[in-house]
């Protein structure tokens, strides 16, 4: 089985701040991972994902992310808010063997003056 | 279509009535997926759709719950009875080929409130 934990359910950060969001996951095989963006009243858009190679993955909208199996984590990352990232961010991990995503449950990015 | 398009986006039902959900996924989209995002719960996965068969239905709540796809294309999500639990925004999403790694596109969803 396989689980994901997104610490903080809310995070506030100002404009020009640097952006961490927290994610680990719990697999018994290799994970691929996914960052996903949601804006109010729309789908999920896909960030950024690892899947094999470089643990350094690079998304849309200058945001990346960060495999690290020792840690178990995926945190997201980026240098510099802009009020336009606010919205809500999921991590979610799926380990290969079967086609659904499972998904946590999210952070609310807020982005201040 | 250019996205994946889902219907009705609102949909309000006492309880105890059957409620229809429509997925058009993009054309060309073999694999279709229905996930439930509730308040506080997070996404979570009902159904997958590889063509027309379900080889993953593992989420479906319960029997009140039952999907097909028709034509390897769209796809209808029936609740029966419908339940104030079933409160839920209901996200269909779609994949060229099976597989999490090439990505879903997902709709914008069915906001479905039962009262």
């Known amino acids: 089985a396989q689980s994901v934990t997104q610490l903080g359910s809310h995070v506030s950060v100002s404009e020009g701040a640097l952006v961490l969001l927290r994610c680990n996951y719990s697999?018994?095989?290799?994970?691929?991972l996914f960052w996903y963006v949601q804006y109010p009243n729309q789908g999920l858009q896909l960030l950024l994902k690892y899947t094999t190679g470089a643990t350094l993955v690079k998304g849309i909208n200058g945001f990346e992310a960060e495999f690290k199996k020792s840690e178990t984590s995926f945190h997201l990352t980026k240098p510099s808010a802009h009020m336009s990232d606010a919205a809500e961010y999921f991590c979610a991990v799926s380990t290969g063997t079967a086609s659904k995503l499972t998904f946590g449950t999210g952070t609310r990015l807020q982005v201040t003056l | 279509g250019a996205g994946v398009s889902q219907s009705p986006s609102n949909k309000v039902t006492e309880k105890g009535k059957d409620v229809e959900l429509r997925c058009d996924p993009i054309s060309g989209h073999t694999a279709l997926y229905w996930y439930r995002q509730s308040l506080g719960q997070g996404l979570e996965f009902l159904i997958y759709?590889?063509?027309?068969?379900?080889?993953?239905k593992s989420g479906l709540p319960s029997d009140r719950f039952s999907a097909e796809r028709t034509g390897g294309s769209v796809s209808t999500l029936t609740i029966q009875r419908t339940q104030q639990e079933d409160s839920a925004v209901y996200l269909c999403?779609?994949?060229?080929?099976?597989?999490?790694?090439?990505?879903?596109?997902f709709g914008s969803g069915t906001r479905l409130t039962v009262v």
């Open positions: 697999s018994s095989v290799p994970p691929y």
């Open positions: 999403a779609s994949s060229l080929v099976e597989g999490f790694h090439y990505g879903y596109t």
């Open positions: 759709f590889q063509g027309n068969s379900a080889p993953d």
